[in-house]
């Protein structure tokens, strides 16, 4: 087993002693540094696999170590330590590339975590191909998805806040998911959450846990998705949705790294990297006084921008093919086609939805499909084939409404007409497939996807 070297830069002798103590009993040789410049000259002198530096240093700023560090030696995560609840300077050192930060005085158990999170990095293998393209959908040869693959991987060495931004259905949790399984954290558990779909008085029971009997209903003691990210990500799903009371106490849980379940007396200390995501335009809900600013500057430490669909259109062919493929395994065919005149038009389509949006327009014409071959009057566009404007309300659709995604509205007319024409032939899944036009295996696939089997 190869021992693992730590480069200690602190001006303070006390604090140099402690840290390298703390370090040798976890296993693991130090060299000390009580300045940059002594700290640069053992960096080109020697090997090391981690690096804790104090921020104020006699000859300069612990953020021009850890620039210098970024630049030169990439492969060293650098700890920062910084003094007590100064949160700009260690926001500041994650956005310098710092892989975490320390609070004096110093946690031994929480440096403890930090330091064997880091080594992690050290140890993990460079991910394959395949492990770069985890999720499947996350496709693409584009520049714009070539760009999006390195950040991510830049991103999954830190422990920085990452706030992911883009529009629905472009794969925000994919990337949240990458970040995650590229990272220290991977063989912890990831969990994602849809704040919008929390009722707001189980948000803190939801968010943190709750006691048995703390309040009615609470017949059993239940653990937060905090304790259950542990160790883990937490993935904040379109976070803008959350209330502001909400806001206060994600905060706290965030900077003091423990959270307090409902009816519990004792604070409790967990470890989670945070992930967060939304559709909406956060600074401007800052500016409206619907996002609390401290919230906003804390999760948003880094911001990472997801591609539209239409800003990578060269990239359609691939994943509308992916899909099909996907689709057709999942039905026990083996020759499903797009047609390249279907081919181009979904080239040619705008996708306010994304891919998302790609995924249920592939789906649905394959049901409709004739000899398993996509064609253009198969995929029902606007602008190409039957649009949405022009669809027949006349059996009681409703237009959609602006609280409605065009997904969701689209699912709804077709769990309307399914239902209908299984009602008609008394559920008989042959006829209502032979009433609808499309194949029985067809039908078995709607049914199974929209949950109504």
Known sequence: MTIKTALIVDDEPDIRELL???????????????????????????????????????????????????QHFPHIPVAVI???????????????????????????????????SAL????????????????????????????????????????APVYINGESGSGKELVARMIHLQGPRSEAPFVPINCGAIPSELMESEFFGHKKGSFSGAIDNKEGLFQAANGGTLFLDEVADLPIGMQVKLLRAIQEKAVR???????KSVDVRILSATHKNLSELVETGDFRQDLYYRINVIELDVPKLRERKSDIPLLATHILQRIAEECDVEDAKISQEAMDCLKEYHFPGNVRELEN????????????????????????????????????????????????????????????????????????????????????????????E
């Open 20 to 70: 390298e103590i703390t370090l040798m009993r976890m296993g693991i040789d130090t060299c000390s540094a009580e300045n940059i410049t002594k700290a640069r000259a053992l960096l080109d002198s020697q090997e090391f696999n981690l690096c804790l530096t104090d921020m104020n240093l006699p000859d300069g700023n612990g953020i021009d170590l850890v620039s210098h560090i970024q």
């Open 82 to 116: 910084t003094a007590y609840g100064s949160v700009e300077t260690a926001i500041s050192s994650l956005k310098s590339g710092a892989f975490d930060f320390v609070s004096k005085p110093v946690d031994l158990s929480q440096l403890r975590e930090l330091v064997s």
């Open 120 to 159: 992690k990095l050290t140890e993990k293998k460079a991910a394959s191909k395949e492990e770069n393209e985890t999720g499947n959908l996350l496709l693409g040869e584009s520049t714009e998805m070539d760009k999006l693959r390195k950040q991510i991987r830049k991103l999954a060495r830190s422990q």
């Open 261 to 267: 379940a409902v009816g519990d007396q004792n604070e």
């Open 361 to 452: 327009i592939i789906e649905r014409a394959f049901t409709l499909c004739e000899d398993d071959i996509i064609d253009v009057s198969d995929l029902q566009l606007r602008g190409g084939g039957k649009t949405e404007e022009a669809m027949d309300f006349s059996e009681g659709n409703s237009p959609r409404s602006e609280d409605t995604s065009l997904e969701d509205y689209l699912e709804g007319i077709e769990r309307k007409t399914i239902e209908q024409a299984l009602e008609e032939t008394r559920w008989n899944k042959t006829a209502a497939a032979k009433k609808l036009g499309i194949t029985f295996r067809a039908l078995r696939y709607r049914l199974k996807k929209l949950d109504m």
